[in-house]
């Protein structure tokens, strides 16, 4: 347990070193509910690993505020000085949540104080941009401000590394083990958060020139054209996307683009949405209902950092949200086009589907699973595109080796327009492709629980009493990949197939209170499609039942 006192004295911020106070008068007064929450924020550091730092603000160690961001700072400036020497380059962007810019700064003053060299935006910026500054710049590390889709309350602190620190192969790529350890390190091993030497002025600001660079390489991305009319309806969530996504898609010819009016400026609260997640359910109303009035031809929609990208396309029975699993299939079927001649690997997490497997061996090119994660899929050597099933897509490895929702939303537009020239619509395209290779029909299981320590219980439950059938098809095998293998270092999961191929893979959220349960179903089409789909579900909904079932405690 940390010290309360001893942490209080030595906050650097004055409003939560009162928030802090007033929560300890509480508690010593008699209120349980205080003295909860007080020995929860000192339970122990917010735990520094491969997502860098993620957490509610709020005082305390186990929270995100400046005293534990001063350390993060000090520990990785001193992890970076040490590996690559005292002039250290790192460059640092910020989203526009309660506290990035202060964040940012406070980072840029610690590194500054210590000798290393520091360059921060000057303005929020989304991730890729950040992502691309320590490519472009050649920078040690980077560190992007941001907690992406969560929850107002909440913030993050996301590491990059690149330059001296890291070979050629994970330049730009956000950190794995065992840097996280080491980083954590030293994090444990710095002063007091008020004792951390602050400079004053010395960082520089990252000029505009870098964000032309990003652009020009962005919209070079497709073909040029002078003009598309496909109609595009946008919406970046309240977040700090919108700007450069429409710039990005002027350059390549898209005007004809409306954005959600309601969400386009970038706002903490993120008052029209319970959720600033595309994937969540009514996230995405706004946007649908604008497109219904314009009749448009497309839906765009990033996250608030822009690192993701979801869509939604006209039906005959109205809009449909795609999946991650299905922008994923439109957009590696289009890369892997080009790849056919060029060479080049497509990769995918072990959790996403596995047609994007089948669609690099039908254009001759080689495909890896990976972890959950793009520090995993952009490590892939010779990457020319990676997804995961939670929308999120590397289309340029070169430029910005991490998930990039602004350049694959300029891509799935450039598809649309390219069928619509041909009178196709995207649906039609994943028709095409479920005809070439089946049905690959994705759902997942959902495990939400209050207390924590049911997490590993119902993983370990599930390792003692797998499933015998699935699908009402015998299982054929069980892998736990707690231990590694030869293609995957060990994780946390479990995948279950049945002998028709129908798969389950399980593993604990890295960031929610929740066990992930991801299913696919695989049925060849031998009459007509629509009576494979109907399979397809039918089965699906066995598998989501079995699968239920195998998860629940006794």
């Not at 929020?124 to 040690?140: E, G, I, K, M, S």
């Not at 690959?440 to 390792?463: G, N, Q």
């Amino acid at each position: 347990m940390i010290d309360i006192d001893s942490w209080i004295a030595h906050d650097p911020d004055p409003k939560t070193r009162a928030e802090l106070t007033q929560l300890k008068e509480q508690a010593a007064n008699g209120d349980a509910g205080a003295q909860a929450e007080l020995d929860d924020r000192f339970s122990g550091p917010l735990e520094f690993g491969t997502a860098g730092l993620r957490g509610e603000m709020a005082g305390g160690p186990h929270r995100m505020n400046r005293a534990v961001v001063r350390k993060a700072a000090a520990g990785l400036v001193d992890f970076l000085q040490e590996e690559v020497g005292r002039d250290a380059l790192l460059v640092i962007g910020y989203d526009a949540r309660h506290n990035s810019k202060d964040f940012a700064l406070d980072t840029a003053a610690v590194a500054t104080a210590a000798g290393a060299r520091a360059m921060i935006y000057p303005h929020h910026v989304p991730t890729p941009l950040l992502a691309w500054a320590v490519r472009h710049l050649n920078a040690d590390a980077g560190v992007m401000v941001t907690a992406s889709h969560n929850p107002p309350r909440d913030n993050g602190y996301k590491v990059y590394l690149g330059g001296r620190a890291v070979s050629e192969g994970a330049q730009g790529v956000q950190i794995v083990p065992p840097y996280d350890a080491k980083i954590a390190e030293k994090i444990a091993a710095t002063s007091d958060a008020d004792e951390i030497p602050l400079a004053t002025t010395g960082w520089t600001e990252i000029g505009e020139d870098v964000i032309e660079a990003y652009l020009e390489r962005a919209a070079s991305l497709v073909p040029h054209q002078n003009f598309s009319d496909l109609k595009i309806v946008l919406t970046s969530m309240h977040g700090v996307g919108g700007e450069t996504m429409k710039e990005v898609l002027a350059r390549a010819g898209f005007t004809n683009v409306t954005e959600v009016a309601e969400q386009a400026q970038p706002d903490p609260g993120f008052p029209t949405v319970a959720f600033p997640n595309p994937e969540e359910p009514g996230a995405l109303d706004l946007a649908l209902s604008k497109a219904a009035s314009l009749k448009a031809d497309l839906v765009i929609a990033n996250d608030p950092d822009a690192d993701r990208c979801s869509a939604a396309i006209p039906t005959p029975n109205g809009w449909r949200q795609l999946n991650g699993d299905e922008i994923g299939s439109i957009l590696g079927d289009q890369i892997a086009k080009i790849g056919a001649i060029t060479g080049g690997t497509l990769a995918s997490s072990i959790v996403s589907s596995r047609l994007l497997k089948e669609i690099a061996g039908r254009h001759g090119l080689t495909h890896v699973s990976t972890l959950t994660g793009f520090k995993w899929i952009a490590r892939v050597p010779q990457l020319i595109f990676g997804y995961e099933e939670a929308i999120g897509f590397c289309v340029d490895p070169d430029g910005v080796r991490d998930k990039d929702g602004i350049t694959a939303g300029l891509l799935l537009a450039h598809v649309a327009a390219q069928l619509r020239s041909k009178n196709k619509t995207i649906g039609e395209q994943l028709d095409h492709l479920a005809e070439t290779h089946g049905v690959y029909l994705t759902a997942p299981v959902t495990i939400r629980v209050d207390d924590l320590s049911l997490m590993p219980a119902t993983m370990a439950h599930l390792r003692a009493n797998p499933p015998t059938q699935l699908a009402g098809s015998p299982v054929a095998s069980v892998e736990d990949l707690s231990e590694g293998s030869q293609a995957l270092p060990p994780t946390d999961a479990i995948v279950i197939l049945n002998e028709l191929g129908d798969r389950a893979v399980v593993r604990p959220s890295g960031t929610e209170p929740k066990v992930k349960c991801y299913l696919e179903v695989i049925e060849p089409v031998t009459q007509s499609l629509d009576s494979s789909r109907a399979a397809a579900s039918s089965r699906m909904a066995q598998l989501q039942a079995d699968m239920s079932k195998a998860l629940t405690l006794p």
